[in-house]
């Protein structure tokens, strides 16, 4: 970031993913987002000079959130311009998605869209406390847009979950 700069902080809400654009600013500028508590020790997220699209010089960045991450925004002019800024954020929640287990003969499918953050199918034949969820194997097989997961039926009542891996 440039000596003129302005800074904001946000703390995501929940996984998903944000852009944030500098639409309508007054000036050509520069926008950084970084992770960390100390100016001389951050770490950058995303970083952009006048994007395709953008108006008058506009920047704009879109990055995957970490829910509770605190973000440091920054905004500074080319040449060490400054005037009016205007920031847009735009957020949006990761929606997880729906597994569904499909009877087939003496076996279940398990299957959810590849699409898809991260997510690892997951087991437990208790759901009192304390929870033990194992992962489910096989590995998922790909078809169709679906991750596919086949087991036997089990003997024993199982409850299964898909689990966003960090």
Do not use: C, E
Not at 24 to 44: C, H, I, K, P, R
Not at 71 to 78: A, D, F, L, P, T
Not at 128 to 140: E, R, Y
């Amino acid at each position: 970031m440039g000596g003129n700069s302005v800074w904001w902080t946000w703390t995501a809400p929940d996984y998903g993913s944000v852009t944030i654009n500098t639409d309508g600013s007054a000036f050509d500028t520069f926008l950084g987002v970084y992770t960390g508590t100390q100016v001389t020790a951050l770490s950058q997220v995303a970083y952009n000079d006048n994007y395709a699209g953008g108006i008058g010089g506009s920047s704009r960045v879109s990055f995957n959130t970490t829910v509770g991450t605190n973000y440091q925004i920054g905004v500074s002019g080319v040449f060490g311009v400054s005037s009016n800024i205007t920031l847009h954020l735009n957020f949006a929640p990761l929606v997880p998605p729906r597994l569904i287990i499909t009877p087939a003969g003496a076996s279940i499918i398990l299957s959810w869209p590849t699409n898809s953050a991260s997510f690892t199918l997951q087991s437990t034949t208790n759901l009192g406390s304390p929870i033990t969820w194992l992962p489910v194997s096989p590995p998922p097989v790909i078809a169709n847009g679906q991750n596919m997961v086949t087991n036997s039926l089990p003997d024993i009542r199982r409850f299964y979950r898909l689990k966003l891996q960090p």
